[in-house]
C-alpha cells in the first residue's frame, strides 16, 4: 500500500455503479461523494428518504456533474432489502453491479429487535447486509471486475461470535453485541471471499474499518436513552481526537478502488489502527477461521431465507 494514499488517488471509476448503504452522513456520505467525483454513478441506500434525497442534493453541490441517486433501504427490515435489490433490478434490468459498500451500521444501541425479531445490531450490521449482497450477487457475478466492501471495526476484537446465542438473548452487553456483529462482518467477507475463489469468480470481498472517525455513529445509543453526560463526553472526544469522516473514509475507498487489493483483506487506518492513510489492518483470528464461517453462512442464510445460487461451500 502506498504511503500518504488519498482521495485523489482514486483511479478513474467512469461507466462504474455503486450501490453504497449508509450514505447519507459520515463516512458513507463521504465514500459515495467521492466516488461519484470520480465518475461513478451511485445509488444512495439509506432509511431515511429525507436524509437520502439531501445527501444526493449536498453531493451535487459539491459535484455539480455527479450521477447520484436516492433509493430507500432499510437494513433492519427484510422485506426492504428484498424491496431495494427488486427495484434496482428494474431501474437498471441490462445493467450489472461494479461496486456494493456494506457501510451502514449502528453501535452500541440498548436492546432492540429489528421487525424480523433478530437483535438489533447483528441483524442491521450483519445479517441485512448478507441478504442484501446474495440478493444482489446475480448483478455482481456479470460484472467484470466486480467488489464487495464490508465495514468492520477495529472494535470487533471486544469479541467472538457466539453461534449458540447470536441474537445475545441469553446477556445483552451492548459493546460485546457491536464486536459480536463486527466480527460477523469480517468473518462474512472471508467466507464469501473463499466462496467465490471456488467458483474461479474474480468479483474482490474485502473489508475495511475505519478507525476513530467524527460521525454521529457514537453518540447514537446516548441520545436515544437520554444519557446527556455521556453524549456530551463522546462529542467532546470527537472534537479532541477522533479523525474527520473524510479520514475515515479513506479505508473503505481504498478498499473499494485501489488496483492491488486482495480478497479477504482488512483495510484500516496506518496509525495504531486508529487515524492516518490507509494500510493493512489487524485482524482477530476467529474471524479466519473457515469452520466458523461455513457456520455463519449457514445461520444466516436460516435466518435471512437468502441462499446464495452458485456458491456452495
Given at each position: 500500500?502506498?504511503?500518504?494514499?488519498?482521495?485523489?488517488?482514486?483511479?478513474?471509476?467512469?461507466?462504474?455503479?455503486?450501490?453504497?448503504?449508509?450514505?447519507?452522513?459520515?463516512?458513507?456520505?463521504?465514500?459515495?461523494?467521492?466516488?461519484?467525483?470520480?465518475?461513478?454513478?451511485?445509488?444512495?441506500?439509506?432509511?431515511?428518504?429525507?436524509?437520502?434525497?439531501?445527501?444526493?442534493?449536498?453531493?451535487?453541490?459539491?459535484?455539480?456533474?455527479?450521477?447520484?441517486?436516492?433509493?430507500?433501504?432499510?437494513?433492519?427490515?427484510?422485506?426492504?432489502?428484498?424491496?431495494?435489490?427488486?427495484?434496482?433490478?428494474?431501474?437498471?434490468?441490462?445493467?450489472?453491479?461494479?461496486?456494493?459498500?456494506?457501510?451502514?451500521?449502528?453501535?452500541?444501541?440498548?436492546?432492540?429487535?429489528?421487525?424480523?425479531?433478530?437483535?438489533?445490531?447483528?441483524?442491521?450490521?450483519?445479517?441485512?447486509?448478507?441478504?442484501?449482497?446474495?440478493?444482489?450477487?446475480?448483478?455482481?457475478?456479470?460484472?467484470?471486475?466486480?467488489?464487495?466492501?464490508?465495514?468492520?471495526?477495529?472494535?470487533?476484537?471486544?469479541?467472538?461470535?457466539?453461534?449458540?446465542?447470536?441474537?445475545s438473548e441469553r446477556k445483552?452487553?451492548?459493546?460485546?453485541?457491536?464486536?459480536?456483529?463486527?466480527?460477523?462482518?469480517?468473518?462474512?467477507?472471508?467466507?464469501?471471499?473463499?466462496?467465490?475463489?471456488?467458483?474461479?469468480?474474480?468479483?474482490?470481498?474485502?473489508?475495511?474499518?475505519?478507525?476513530?472517525?467524527?460521525?454521529?455513529?457514537?453518540?447514537?445509543?446516548?441520545?436515544?436513552?437520554?444519557?446527556?453526560?455521556?453524549?456530551?463526553?463522546?462529542?467532546?472526544?470527537?472534537?479532541?481526537?477522533?479523525?474527520?469522516?473524510?479520514?475515515?473514509?479513506?479505508?473503505?475507498?481504498?478498499?473499494?478502488?485501489?488496483?492491488?487489493?486482495?480478497?479477504?483483506?482488512?483495510?484500516g487506518p496506518r496509525f495504531?489502527?486508529?487515524?492516518?492513510?490507509?494500510?493493512?489492518?489487524?485482524?482477530?483470528?476467529?474471524?479466519?477461521?473457515?469452520?466458523?464461517?461455513?457456520?455463519?453462512?449457514?445461520?444466516?442464510?436460516?435466518?435471512?431465507?437468502?441462499?446464495?445460487?452458485?456458491?456452495?461451500?
Amino acid at each position: 500500500m502506498t504511503t500518504g494514499w488519498n482521495a485523489s488517488d482514486i483511479p478513474d471509476q467512469s461507466g462504474r455503479t455503486a450501490v453504497v448503504t449508509g450514505s447519507n452522513s459520515g463516512i458513507g456520505l463521504v465514500t459515495a461523494r467521492e466516488l461519484a467525483r470520480r465518475g461513478a454513478r451511485v445509488i444512495l441506500a439509506c432509511r431515511s428518504e429525507a436524509r437520502g434525497r439531501k445527501a444526493a442534493a449536498d453531493i451535487l453541490t459539491d459535484v455539480p456533474d455527479a450521477q447520484v441517486q436516492f433509493m430507500p433501504l432499510d437494513l433492519a427490515e427484510l422485506s426492504s432489502v428484498r424491496d431495494f435489490a427488486r427495484d434496482l433490478a428494474g431501474a437498471y434490468p441490462h445493467d450489472g453491479l461494479d461496486l456494493l459498500v456494506n457501510n451502514a451500521g449502528i453501535m452500541a444501541l440498548p436492546y432492540g429487535r429489528t421487525a424480523d425479531g433478530f437483535e438489533t445490531q447483528f441483524g442491521v450490521n450483519h445479517l441485512g447486509h448478507f441478504a442484501l449482497t446474495g440478493l444482489l450477487l446475480p448483478h455482481l457475478l456479470r460484472t467484470p471486475g466486480a467488489r464487495v466492501v464490508t465495514v468492520s471495526s477495529g472494535l470487533h476484537a471486544l469479541a467472538n461470535i457466539d453461534m449458540g446465542d447470536l441474537n445475545s438473548e441469553r446477556k445483552y452487553r451492548r459493546w460485546v453485541a457491536y464486536g459480536r456483529s463486527k466480527s460477523a462482518n469480517l468473518l462474512f467477507i472471508h467466507e464469501l471471499a473463499r466462496r467465490l475463489d471456488a467458483i474461479g469468480s474474480d468479483i474482490v470481498a474485502a473489508a475495511a474499518q475505519p478507525g476513530y472517525a467524527r460521525t454521529n455513529l457514537q453518540t447514537a445509543g446516548a441520545r436515544m436513552e437520554g444519557r446527556r453526560t455521556a453524549e456530551r463526553l463522546i462529542e467532546f472526544g470527537n472534537r479532541i481526537v477522533a479523525q474527520s469522516a473524510e479520514e475515515g473514509a479513506l479505508p473503505t475507498l481504498y478498499a473499494a478502488t485501489a488496483p492491488d487489493v486482495r480478497p479477504d483483506s482488512f483495510t484500516g487506518p496506518r496509525f495504531q489502527s486508529w487515524r492516518g492513510a490507509p494500510t493493512r489492518s489487524w485482524r482477530a483470528p476467529w474471524t479466519l477461521n473457515d469452520v466458523a464461517g461455513e457456520r455463519l453462512w449457514s445461520a444466516s442464510e436460516q435466518a435471512t431465507g437468502v441462499t446464495y445460487e452458485g456458491l456452495k461451500s
